[in-house]
């Protein structure tokens, strides 16, 4: 089955304290750095650290919460550290999440101590602009999680400690409730515990917000539709990887998914994973396969996306980083939701379910129309349809490559934004049937140098989980929904395509789920097929 399987990162970098203590002892003379990050207001300021002498490997603290993003080893700051390294040369870089202007410098240590002091500045404020941010796809234990969040400057946080069942190397700590508050440098995070990760050949889904352990237990030949069904129960939000999953349409169709990733796990910091045997899992004749290029990456997980909103659904775009599994740092994908700077987690959750969000690892992109309806929002014409003025705007600290607005998975609009980094703009979109609206961004992150990037380059060229340098950023908002004398989207091409991918999915079960499940997912299947065939007669 072509699924990811979770690893732990020790599987591609190891360091021991030990190792490093040896390294250190074999080099001299040694400087203590003493490092000190404040905001620009000089108040102290949790953030991510990495120092590398050159020509040799990251050096931690004692002690520190480790973030390997291979080859690189970064640590989760209160706000300053002290690291012994080599005279000489050493590459210091400070970062916190999305919202600040990252610091990268080459600074001279020189024995016996060297102090810097890092100003990181902020480029934005999304709180401040009625936004708080989370992801859904996190493998940290619950006990290591807090620092990793506040460092990044998350507002609510999920841990995964059930992964096809209970994951015994990320426990739920005893006393652990629905919302659990997660603490570093005197800041709290509330997160849920509880949550859930199916991963079989049926799809991944990601379950947050369980007011318990996942009750059912896990079974390969088992379809996820028992597991989502639970879920949305029990109030639980219910996220897949994708729209190139095999159950999702069938789960979405029953009303058993909230959000699908479009900035999913694909996306890595600096680089990508080429994923072009992922376009067709199902393996149904004539669709598409997408170029094993980081935008060709891009294009399967928004192209899969829109053809689930073209039969109807109204889904949610998601934002999640794989944490503990992939290299990245937690919420280097996340999503921004539109909610009270006092909101709960329950209540940002239930505003990611509405649609009321963007995804990013990047640029802010915000759209509205002219009435102000926003994503997650639908307004009503009469029979006749109307023209819609909608507004977009774009903050990036990154240089823009590109935005569009896109109707019912067509781009119906292209604003000349290369090597901007604010933008805004207006369009005009004639609306005679059901439609879904939503717009999209790409930057360039130049960061890196050239041959700094390509050290980010990991497995065989035939390996399906080797990863590639990029330098692309996205965002993606989720959609308005435009509703015309009553009758909601329904493209008929997507809704032939979503039926030939029900009747592929019903062979799919057929070979690999047990017995007992074969016919309650089959029944399931005829009942998803009946709502499409319902969405085709309108037209």
């Not at 706000?79 to 040369?89: R, T, Y």
Request: glycine residues 8%; negative net charge; contains cysteine.
């Amino acid at each position: 089955m072509q699924v990811d399987s979770v690893r732990p990162l020790s599987a591609w970098w190891s360091v021991t304290a030990p190792s490093v203590l040896l390294a250190l002892a074999s080099v001299a003379p040694a400087a203590e750095l003493r490092i000190k990050v404040v905001d620009e207001q000089s108040r102290p300021l949790p953030c991510r650290v990495l120092v590398r002498p050159a020509g040799g490997d990251c050096i931690m603290p004692e002690g520190a919460v480790t973030v390997p993003i291979p080859p690189d080893k970064w640590f989760a700051c209160v706000d300053s550290a002290i690291v012994e390294v080599p005279e000489g040369d050493v590459l210091l870089r400070v970062e916190r999440g999305l919202e600040y202007v990252r610091f990268k410098q080459e600074i001279k240590a020189t024995a016996p101590e060297t102090t810097k002091i890092v100003t990181l500045r902020r480029w934005i404020d999304m709180r401040s602009r009625g936004y708080m941010c989370g992801e859904n796809h996190v493998h940290v234990a619950p006990a290591e999680l807090g620092p990793m969040l506040v460092a990044e400057g998350l507002d609510f946080g999920t841990s995964l400690t059930w992964w096809n069942g209970p994951d015994a190397r990320r426990p739920i700590p005893a006393g652990s409730q629905r919302v659990s508050t997660l603490e570093f440098a005197g800041q709290s995070v509330p997160s849920s515990v509880f949550d859930a990760e199916l991963e079989y050949g049926w799809g991944a889904a990601y379950i947050q917000n369980l007011p318990a352990p996942m009750p059912i237990e896990t079974d390969r030949a088992r379809p996820n539709l028992d597991y989502v069904r639970h879920a949305c129960e029990v109030g639980g939000l219910v996220s897949y990887q994708a729209g190139w999953s095999r159950e999702v349409l069938l789960d979405a169709l029953l009303g058993y998914v909230h959000v699908v990733n479009i900035c999913n796990n694909n996306f890595h910091m600096h680089r990508f994973q080429p994923r072009s045997h992922y376009s067709n899992l199902l393996q149904v004749p004539d669709f598409p396969v997408y170029d094993d290029t980081d935008q060709g990456m891009m294009r399967m997980n928004t192209d899969t996306y829109y053809r689930l909103l073209n039969c109807g659904l109204k889904l949610a775009t998601g934002a999640g980083t794989a944490i503990g599994v992939k290299p990245n740092p937690v919420g280097y994908n996340r999503a921004y939701i539109r909610v009270a700077a006092d909101a709960s987690l329950q209540e940002f959750n239930k505003a990611w379910a509405a649609g009321k969000n963007f995804v990013t690892n990047g640029p802010m992109i915000f759209l509205k129309t002219g009435a102000g309806q926003k994503p997650g929002d639908t307004i009503d014409f009469s029979a006749d349809g109307d023209r819609v003025s909608v507004e977009l705007t774009i903050l990036s600290d990154q240089p823009l490559t590109s935005a569009e607005v896109v109707v019912n998975g067509q781009v119906v609009h292209t604003f000349e934004v290369a090597e901007k980094h604010q933008f805004s703009g207006t369009a005009e979109i004639d609306v005679r049937k059901g439609s879904w609206l939503a717009a999209r961004c790409t930057a360039r992150d130049d960061l890196l140098t050239g041959q700094e990037l390509s050290v980010y380059r990991s497995g065989a060229d035939e390996h399906r989980f080797r990863q590639r340098p990029s330098r692309l950023r996205f965002a993606h908002t989720s959609p308005i929904y435009l509703s015309v004398d009553g009758q909601d989207v329904a493209v008929p091409g997507s809704i032939r395509e979503g039926l030939l991918m029900l009747d592929h999915f019903e062979r799919f079960t057929r070979e690999q789920a047990d017995d007992q499940y074969i016919g309650p997912t089959t029944a399931a299947i005829e009942k998803a097929r009946e709502s499409l065939r319902d969405r085709l007669e309108p037209q």
